[in-house]
């Protein structure tokens, strides 16, 4: 392997956050006029291959991690997130690994005299995008939802 040179280093950096080899050559320094053609040649170079094959291994979520995960929100349900009084209980949810169901969480505490009113809202992340990105994947399709 030979050494990097600090642009080659710096398109790796920059690649490595937009995953775009033009825009990746145009921060790294390289010439407008040629940074698509040089962004090209650095992705097949196999120095830099290696180096960024080795950090999207270490770092990505493989593809079967990803369909899981869309697959868990898909078949996400609100009463995976509730007690058995029908209250939000995070406690639950992150017992059962169903935390990451939720988008938003808004818990407001109002005293009015001696009463105290707890108030707790939840967004679930969209199942309806989950199967419409799963539809895709599996079948090629996009669905008119």
């Known amino acids: 392997m030979t050494e990097l040179t600090d642009k080659q280093r710096a398109f790796i950096t920059e690649y490595l956050q937009s995953l775009n080899a033009t825009q990746?050559?145009?921060r790294a320094g390289y010439s407008e006029k040629s940074a698509r053609q040089i962004g090209s040649e650095n992705?097949?170079?196999?120095?830099?291959?290696?180096v960024v094959e080795q950090f999207l291994?270490?770092?990505a979520m493989p593809a079967a991690e990803v369909l899981f995960h869309?697959?868990?929100v898909?078949?996400?349900d609100v009463i995976d997130l509730l007690d058995d009084n029908g209250a939000v209980d995070i406690a639950k949810a992150k017992a059962n690994g169903k935390v990451r169901l939720i988008k938003k969480y808004k818990k407001r505490t109002r005293t009015r005299g001696k009463i105290t009113i707890v108030t707790t809202e939840v967004e679930m992340v969209d199942?309806?995008?989950?199967l419409e990105m799963l539809c895709q994947y599996h079948y090629g399709v996009k669905l008119k939802l």
């Not at 992705?43 to 290696?50: G, N, R």
């Not at 199942?127 to 989950?130: D, M, P, V």
Request: glycine share 4%; proline share 4%; charged share 30%.
């Open 57 to 59: 291994s270490e770092n």
């Open 70 to 72: 869309l697959s868990e």
């Open 74 to 76: 898909a078949r996400g």
């Open 43 to 50: 992705l097949a170079k196999p120095d830099i291959q290696a």
């Open 127 to 130: 199942r309806l995008q989950a």
């Open 24 to 26: 990746a050559a145009k």
